[in-house]
């Protein structure tokens, strides 16, 4: 196994140091986002996680490695590099193999940082069940994922081109806690709010990681979602933004573009629609997932400390 990891001399060092690491995914940087902006949003990502207390450790494939914690070359390669394959649970194992370039899903950067023994991970929103999976069966792997690994994900919800409702279910279903940090609600990714109330909401940092804490210790497999809202400032108009996603699912149906490629197809629509507004709405939201992701990840490792 630790042949195909190879930590950064700054993950390497927190681990020695016991210091709180936080995983952030590439798909973002090489999928999510035009160059030069991914880049610069990734460092500032990083920035943000440092300022918090925290060592950043951006998760991709490169070389037959898995890479936890990249180098600002690496980045830079990242950012550029147009034959990136988007690696999910699937594909890891060729990407490797083979020693393709590849940037990590959220459901494969899960896996990559529960393999290095790291507990928390920051990104934009995860994937789900797509409109229409009852005859599609476009259910993405980060829910399955999400069953079984023991990373807890800081998100502003599920990507609002999904079937929110049905997200929810099948979280539910696979005994997924969905905690709402300061919204009673499910987040909708550009939006600070859904119609899908949640569970269990908390204004504590300290009461998630203490929940987090407690799961594992009885052994209850599988991770979180910590659903954060896009900040007021930043959230789109819910009537807005709701009838441009309409529209790109539309597309999207016309040009027969399902699976994998679903959902870089209906950003890049939707960003196209908002005249960039939405990609603006996604770096700050990624921002903020990873100030409180951060926090959260400050106030585990300090828990876990007290009680080894």
């Known amino acids: 196994m630790k042949k195909y990891i190879e930590l950064s001399t700054e993950v390497q060092q927190a681990k020695e140091e016991g210091k709180a690491i936080v995983a952030l995914e590439s798909t973002i940087i090489s999928h999510g986002m035009p160059y030069p902006q991914n880049v610069k949003m990734a460092r500032e990502v990083e920035q943000i996680v440092r300022d918090n207390g925290a060592v950043p450790a951006t998760i991709a494939i490169i070389d037959g490695k898995i890479k936890i914690g990249l180098t600002d070359d690496e980045l830079e390669v990242f950012g550029k590099s147009s034959d990136v394959a988007k690696v999910s649970r699937r594909d890891l194992p060729q990407i490797i193999a083979t020693k393709q370039l590849g940037a990590t899903t959220v459901a494969t950067t899960m896996i990559c940082a529960d393999l290095a023994d790291i507990k928390i991970f920051v990104t934009g929103g995860i994937g789900g069940v797509h409109k229409g999976a009852e005859t599609t069966m476009d259910i993405s792997a980060d829910l399955e994922e999400l069953a079984q690994t023991d990373v807890a994900v800081i998100c502003a919800g599920a990507k609002s081109i999904l079937d929110l409702a049905l997200t929810l279910e099948y979280l539910e279903t696979k005994g997924v ?18 119609e899908h109330q949640l569970n269990f909401s908390t204004n504590s940092i300290n009461d998630i990681a203490e929940t987090l804490k407690t799961k594992w210790e009885l052994n209850l497999k599988g991770g979180a979602v910590i659903a954060n809202p896009i900040p007021k400032e930043y959230a789109l108009d819910e009537d807005y933004i709701n009838g441009i996603i309409d ?62």
Do not use: W
């Not at 529209?247 to 040009?255: F, G, L, P, S």
């Not at 939707?270 to 960039?276: F, S």
């Open 177 to 194: 806690p969905v905690i709402g940090y300061e919204t009673e609600c499910l987040p909708a990714f550009y939006t600070r709010k859904s």
């Open 247 to 308: 529209q790109a699912i539309k597309e999207a149906k016309e040009n027969h573009i399902s699976g994998k490629d679903s959902t870089p197809f209906l950003l890049g629509k939707i960003k196209e629609l908002t005249d960039g507004k939405s990609l603006d709405a996604n770096i700050e939201l990624v921002k903020h997932n990873a100030k409180v992701g951060t926090q959260i990840a400050v106030s585990f490792n300090k828990k876990t400390k007290m009680s080894s």
